[in-house]
Every structure is written in structure tokens, then in C-alpha cells.
């Protein structure tokens, strides 16, 4: 079966850290770009990070750079968000996706239809 699963997500407090893991299974993500995604309750899917397949460049949206860390382990074919310093405004649904848009391109596409994305995890930041 081909899918994109997220994990990982759960509840945090305030200055708390989190690590989300993006596994695929049923194809292989070394040919693409992989892409973080939030949505808060009543607010619009955004873009939160993304990382190229060719050299590993990385891109955040500016509320999560410098706390967020998105890297990828091809030979687990996973990708993870490491979290930290987290915000109660961070408390979202996060998804994966997985595309060959290239990554800075992929940061901005908000919406499925993607090559592949995931469901979701919740992560919920108390303050």
C-alpha cells in the first residue's frame, strides 16, 4: 500500500519539544521533496517547512525558523519536524506530503492534490 504516515505529535508545554516522523511506505522518497503542513482549528492550511531530495536544502516559514528542523533519512525512508521552544500558537493538525515540485515551490503549495501526503498528526502546545 502506498501511503505517507505521520506520528509523533501529541501534547507539549510551552518551551516543550516534539519530534514528528513522515514514514512512506510502498515507494521510496529519495526522489522527492518532502514538505511539513499545519493547520490550526479555524485558521488556513500553511506551509512549515520543506527539504529538497538533491542537495538537502531546507526552507521554514519564518514563525517556526530557528525552533523547527526538518531532515530526512532515505534509508528509513522517513522524514522527521523536530520541534522545539513550542508555542501554544503551534498547536495544528501537521501532515506530510511528498512531491518532485522542488522544495522551495513545495513550502508554498498548501493544498493536496500532492504525488503523496499523509493525514496528519495532532500537536497540541499548552501554555
Known amino acids: 500500500q502506498v501511503r505517507l504516515v505521520e506520528s509523533g505529535g501529541g501534547y507539549a508545554q510551552h518551551g516543550g519539544s516534539l519530534r514528528l516522523s513522515c514514514e512512506a511506505s510502498?515507494?521510496?522518497?529519495?526522489?522527492?521533496?518532502i514538505g511539513w503542513y499545519r493547520q490550526a482549528p479555524g485558521k488556513e492550511r500553511e506551509g512549515v517547512s520543506s527539504?529538497?531530495?538533491?542537495?538537502?536544502?531546507?526552507y521554514y516559514e519564518d514563525s517556526v525558523q530557528g525552533r523547527f528542523t526538518i531532515s530526512r533519512d532515505n534509508y528509513k525512508n522517513t522524514a522527521y519536524l523536530q520541534m522545539t521552544n513550542l508555542k501554544p500558537e503551534d498547536t495544528a493538525v501537521y501532515s506530510c506530503?511528498?512531491?518532485?515540485?522542488?522544495?522551495?515551490?513545495?513550502?508554498?503549495?498548501?493544498?493536496?492534490?500532492?504525488?503523496?501526503w499523509g493525514q496528519g498528526t495532532q500537536v497540541t502546545v499548552s501554555s
Open positions: 506530503a511528498a512531491d518532485r515540485v522542488p522544495a522551495r515551490t513545495l513550502l508554498k503549495i498548501t493544498t493536496p492534490p500532492y504525488d503523496y
Open positions: 510502498g515507494f521510496l522518497i529519495d526522489n522527492y521533496n
Open positions: 527539504i529538497s531530495s538533491s542537495d538537502g536544502s531546507t
